[in-house]
T-cell receptor
Framework: SQQGEEDPQALSIQEGENATMNCSYKTSINNLQWYRQNSGRGLVHLILIRSNEREKHSGRLRVTLDTSKKSSSLLITASRAADTASYFCATGASGGSYIPTFGRGTSLIVHP | KAGVTQTPRYLIKTRGQQVTLSCSPISGHRSVSWYQQTPGQGLQFLFEYFSETQRNKGNFPGRFSGRQFSNSRSEMNVSTLELGDSALYLC?????????????FGEGSRLTVL
């Protein structure tokens, strides 16, 4: 079963607006990561938040983690056209058989 | 520091053929994971190699196989290609096992099966 599931599937906003996307997962985790993928390219790591952290910032990115609800959110403030991409979450957990899994991602379009 | 390198970037094959894709991880990284990405299924985990050993395997048929060499470079092979194998194949490397931290992805190999 999928571990990271992103919501919404698609998001369309105007430049300058904020974009919020969510991720839900099923099992206990050690960390959660967000990645960005420009069309047809590889994924780029954005931010990692550990299970004992509730919020983390990196530039215009803000990630929150609620382990009680098994969910995370990624907020991009003051969006730019260059933020147009797909965004994925992936979780990390202990256990030799555990692998990070990705959902189908949130497709973000930022209109100039 | 050089990133993850995948070759070839694009290739076209016909049904029934086989294909080998290569991935060179970041220097010092011991784990290489492979993912298949299609529009309908998203990113699907294929397998992970860590220190030349297959650590995990996804739910793919035996036509999909891989290996890792002593220098951490990895190859994956798909035999008896089917139309549904058309996809972007992504490789990711990490310092330790894939579940412990950041994954660094290559640009992918785009396979088209005719």
């Amino acid at each position: 079963s999928q571990q990271g599931e992103e919501d919404p599937q698609a998001l369309s906003i105007q430049e300058g607006e904020n974009a919020t996307m969510n991720c839900s997962y099923k099992t206990s985790i050690n960390n959660l990561q967000w990645y960005r993928q420009n069309s047809g390219r590889g994924l780029v790591h954005l931010i990692l938040i550990r299970s004992n952290e509730r919020e983390k910032h990196s530039g215009r990115l803000r990630v929150t983690l609620d382990t009680s609800k098994k969910s995370s959110s990624l907020l991009i403030t003051a969006s730019r056209a260059a933020d147009t991409a797909s965004y994925f979450c992936a979780t990390g957990a202990s256990g030799g058989s555990y692998i990070p899994t990705f959902g189908r991602g949130t497709s973000l379009i930022v209109h100039p | 520091k050089a990133g993850v390198t995948q070759t070839p970037r694009y290739l076209i094959k016909t049904r029934g053929q086989q294909v080998t894709l290569s991935c060179s991880p970041i220097s010092g990284h011991r784990s290489v994971s492979w993912y298949q990405q299609t529009p309908g299924q998203g990113l699907q985990f294929l397998f992970e190699y860590f220190s030349e050993t297959q650590r995990n395997k996804g739910n793919f048929p035996g036509r999909f196989s891989g290996r890792q060499f002593s220098n951490s470079r990895s190859e994956m092979n798909v035999s008896t290609l089917e139309l549904g194998d058309s996809a972007l194949y992504l490789c990711a490397s990490s310092l330790g096992p894939s579940n412990t931290g950041e994954l660094f992805f290559g640009e992918g190999s785009r396979l088209t099966v005719l």
